[in-house]
């Protein structure tokens, strides 16, 4: 398709200002204003409509396609909550208006939204209190992880290091590099399980905190997970729940009674919200009693008339990590869906997710290699390793799904299994829906064996073939140029 | 109400296929003594239910007030067009565009916005979208750090509070050395600032137009920082840049802002946008995911994810951000609302601001006790002082419905009387004027 700006027509508007109603000012001095116009195409509202339509047209979404995308919880996000969201009494709602004077009396309605979800969330992770303010997972993390930093040098110790298991998200050993930790990798055992020797080995009182997801990134609950919070608590260091995968433990398991200090939650996994094609997200993060005092500013806070204020005077606060209170569009949607499910809706949530992962899990057992022989929780993760022998690789078989409108489970993560597809149904796929991928998947698997070149082919049914990622980066071509 | 589709049959099947007899036995790997020690939460309510009660809590805030509050985050308009677009769930249910081929939409959409972006700042490239204005400044002053091999920020206090916290915030824990300088006459002061550049000075950041509204053309202070070795940062307010001299005219190296102007509800604080442009030498330093143009194995044009080995997904503890999820819906909206308003529509906005902010100052200094800054040009936002306390005389003011500015006193030491005032092009003369007699009453009751 065109680019927008090669549609630009010199002349065509797509949006009309009132006329002016104010008397002519003198002009700016020339110094301050620009020289050149900008290459914005020009055009009618119709032609952006459609060009945009046109696009959107080419994307795989929740709502179009089954998208098993594992570790991201690409659940069906409920159509209400986008109305909500839109209320005008929320979305025109200015975030300095409590700096105002007596201006949280102004923000009542949104400064609730945010203590009751903040009160739900401790109550699903275990937590004592939560800061709504992280704007994605990896901010949460960031944050977690800087509240880590706060509680130890308030108890006079400086720690070097931040354990991670070589099975973690990306965004784990990243967070803790930024917040200033040199990162220690324990490597996965043969059994599926951090191991636990080595573990022990790196364990000492220079460790600030031992990060991990459970279930962890192989979609395995990790039995041993007490044993290992117990010991990183002997040497005093901290728990880090990386709470991508909560989906699977809602109602059955909370990361506080786990032993967890800290929690990030992606409200756009767990919650419902939508994706957003890569963001907004949210990532409010849970800690125990002993890092309450660190939270960010401001906290929300319910006063005895039972009214809601915003307070900012915390000498122990890490500070500011986001300019306001959270990504608010993004907590309201979370909060509309919490109500809705309840208690039987979330807890049924996490149980039909497990099955779903766990049907798909047997279904495809024989066809693929299971990373790891044993029970899956919300996802399950395969290698290809046994098609890739006849040349069909994880990406190969990705790019086959597409063709058949199906959008690939995620590939290549986590980076301790060969050739890994990491499949994800959430909960509100159905069992047709899910038959039909599996019959894919055997499909793929049969073709592996007997035409691996019509797997390497595909996609062949999509408005464009497999692109040149190479060229893309040694030639690196960022933006139209007029 | 749930929304999961299993029926009862479904769920026996399934369990029958994994051999097990119940759901329970799926957990079992979650020892006893691990469960849940409570889960104590209400009952589901029907979609109904819920609306109302949101409803009633959306009215619980004063959203409706006529407003001139701004500093850092504004009232405009957003064309109903931009809306449709965006909430075409082929946009807002999928996820980052990981598999090119079912995902040139949004490649292709990103492409546009990060053109449109270098377009507005006047620099080579773009990213696909960080958090919002804060972790952009705060991302870029990291880039700075990493090119250069020095620790030193010098940042002018006319940027925004709020900024300059979360930036002492994210670097707690690390070795940077910061100097505020101080602003002086409305305006950086090139002064101070001169006095604390050395060739430790890894990145200098300004912010155009500052806080307190005054407009500056930063191309000697920019010059300067580049003898020394050391970045120029940006900080700036997109919409302005329909009209003010571009951070790529000053040379900056670095833009980086807050895109809420650009189509974003206000919201209560996000979700928003921060956007990051920078001169192409430094695209390898840059933080999140990145756009790029190429060709398929039939030679047609199409897009995909690049320079992925910044990335933490890459890099892991080596990757030049930890930035995963970005806001990439908000960044759509951009690009939408640029293209809804074209290259004119675009000049005539900020043509707009500028002179209904005009037209609001002189009616204002026409009110006894008020003084109108003017040591500096402004673009759509200045400062008043006030016979007395501004918080006081905005707090009066609710009552006659309007958020009429924000007092500085709050953010700035010394500067109770003052109140600084944004108007954008929603606000129309017969506000302006009612805004004035409201102010004239207030002050002298
Ligand atoms: C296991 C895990 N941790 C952390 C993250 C980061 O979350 P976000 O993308 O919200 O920053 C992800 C997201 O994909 C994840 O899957």
Not at chain 1, 434 to 443: K, P
Not at chain 2, 146 to 173: P, Q
Not at chain 2, 238 to 263: C, H, Y
Not at chain 2, 375 to 381: I, Q, R, V, Y
Request: glycine letters at 8%; charged letters at 20%; a neutral charge.
């Amino acid at each position: 398709m065109q680019l927008i700006f090669e549609k630009h027509k010199q002349g065509r508007r797509g949006f009309c200002f009132p006329g002016p109603d104010v008397p002519l000012a003198k002009p700016l001095a020339a110094k301050y204003c620009r020289s050149k116009d900008t290459h914005i195409a020009s055009l009618s509202e119709l032609d952006v409509v459609r060009h945009y339509t046109n696009l959107s047209r080419l994307n795989f979404s929740v709502d179009t396609n089954f998208y098993p995308l594992g570790s991201c919880t690409m659940k069906y996000n409920p159509k209400f909550t986008e109305r909500i969201a839109a209320f005008e009494g929320f979305s025109n709602l200015h975030p300095l208006l409590p700096q105002l004077a007596g201006g949280g009396m102004l923000a009542q309605g949104s400064l609730e939204v945010l203590y009751e979800t903040e009160k739900f969330l401790s109550e699903i992770t275990g937590m004592s209190a939560f800061t709504m303010q992280p704007l994605a997972g990896a901010h949460g993390e960031l944050t977690g992880v800087m509240l880590i930093a706060a509680y130890h040098k308030n108890n006079g110790s400086r720690r070097k290091y931040v354990i991670v298991p070589d099975s973690s998200h990306g965004t784990n050993p990243a967070s803790a590099a930024i917040a200033g930790y040199q990162v220690i990798v324990i490597p996965t055992g043969k059994d599926g399980y951090m191991d636990l020797e080595q573990y022990k080995k790196h364990l000492n009182n220079d460790v600030a905190a031992v990060m991990l997801t459970c279930p962890d990134t192989l979609g395995i609950f990790n039995p041993h997970i007490k044993e290992i919070a117990d010991m990183a608590h002997q040497v005093g260091a901290l728990m880090y729940y990386d709470g991508a995968n909560l989906n699977a433990l809602l109602g059955k398991a909370r990361p506080g009674d786990l032993g967890f200090d800290v929690v990030h939650i992606n409200l756009h996994k767990t919650f419902g919200t939508p994706h957003g094609g890569g963001g907004p997200g949210a990532g409010p993060v849970g800690v125990s009693e002993a890092l309450v005092d660190f939270l960010p500013i401001p906290r929300v806070v319910r006063r005895s008339d039972a009214t809601y204020a915003l307070e900012y005077h915390r000498h122990k606060s890490i500070g500011y990590i986001a300019p306001f209170y959270g990504n608010f569009g993004v907590i309201l949607k979370a909060y509309a869906y919490m109500l809705c499910l309840g208690k039987d809706g979330l807890i049924e949530a996490a149980e039909l997710a497990v099955l779903n992962a766990n049907y798909c899990q047997v279904m495809l057992k024989d066809h693929y290699d299971l990373a790891f022989e044993k029970n899956c929780m919300h996802e399950c993760v395969f290698s290809a390793a046994r098609q890739a022998k006849n040349g069909v690789h994880a990406i190969d078989i990705a790019k086959y799904l597409i063709d058949k409108g199906y959008h690939p489970p995620t590939v290549y993560f986590p980076l301790i299994v060969k050739e890994a597809l990491m499949i994800e149904p959430t909960e509100t796929e159905s069992k047709e829906t899910i038959d039909a991928f599996i019959e894919v998947m055997i499909e793929i698997a049969g073709l592996a064996k007997d035409d691996p070149i019509r797997v390497k082919q595909a996609p062949l049914h999509m408005p464009i073939k497999r692109l040149d990622e190479t060229k893309a980066a040694r030639e690196p071509n960022l933006r139209w140029k007029p | 109400m749930s929304y999961t589709p299993h029926t009862q049959e479904d769920i026996k099947q399934m369990l029958q296929a994994i051999g097990v007899s119940n759901i329970e036995e799926l957990f079992k790997d979650i020892p006893k003594g691990l469960r849940a020690k409570s889960f104590n939460l209400p009952h589901g309510k029907s979609e109904i239910e819920v609306t109302n009660h949101l409803k009633g809590l959306s009215e619980k805030n004063a959203a409706n007030l006529i407003s001139f509050v701004g500093a850092g985050f504004y009232d405009h308009f957003i064309p109903a067009a931009l809306d449709a677009i965006v909430n075409r769930p082929e946009f807002y249910t999928a996820y980052t565009p990981y598999q090119p081929e079912c995902s040139q939409g949004w490649l292709q959409s990103i492409y546009e916005y990060q053109t449109a972006i270098c377009e507005l700042t006047g620099l080579d490239v773009s990213n696909a979208s960080l958090y919002d204005g804060g972790t952009a400044v705060y991302e870029a002053a990291m880039m700075a750090i990493r090119f250069t091999g020095r620790n030193k920020i010098i940042m002018d206090s006319g940027m925004s509070l709020i900024y300059r916290a979360m930036l002492y915030t994210y670097t707690s824990n690390l070795s940077v050395e910061f100097v505020e300088i101080p602003v002086v006459h409305g305006q950086s002061s090139r002064e101070e600032l001169f006095k604390h550049l050395d060739d430790k000075t890894a990145a200098v950041i300004l912010q155009n137009p500052n806080f307190f509204g005054a407009v500056d053309d930063h191309s000697d202070v920019v010059e300067r920082v580049h003898k020394y070795g050391a970045l120029a940062i940006s900080s700036v307010y997109p919409v302005s840049l329909g009209m003010l001299k571009s951070p790529g005219e000053m040379n900056f190296d670095i833009a980086t802002g807050e895109g809420q102007s650009l189509g974003i509800p206000l919201s209560f604080g996000g979700p928003y946008l921060g956007f990051m442009a920078a001169k192409k030498e430094l695209v390898r330093q840059m933080p999140g995911r990145i756009v790029g143009e190429t060709v398929d194995s039939d030679g047609k044009r199409g897009f995909v994810l690049t320079l992925q080995t910044r990335e933490q997904h890459i890099r892991r503890e080596k990757a030049t951000s930890n930035i995963c999820s970005n806001e990439a819906l908000c960044a759509l909206r951009a690009v939408v609302f640029l293209s809804l308003l074209g290259r004119s529509g675009i000049k005539e906005m900020a043509e707009r601001n500028y002179q209904k902010a005009e037209f609001a100052k002189e009616v204002l200094s026409k009110i006894k006790g008020v003084e109108v800054k003017r040591s500096s040009p402004t673009f759509n936002e200045f400062t008043v002082m006030l016979p007395r306390r501004a918080d006081d005389v905005v707090y009066r003011m609710i009552d006659r419905g309007f958020a009429c500015g924000f007092p500085l006193g709050r953010f700035y030491k010394g500067m109770d009387n003052y109140l600084l005032i944004a108007v954008t092009e929603k606000r129309t003369k017969e506000e302006i004027c009612r805004l004035a007699d409201s102010l004239e009453a207030v002050l002298c009751s």
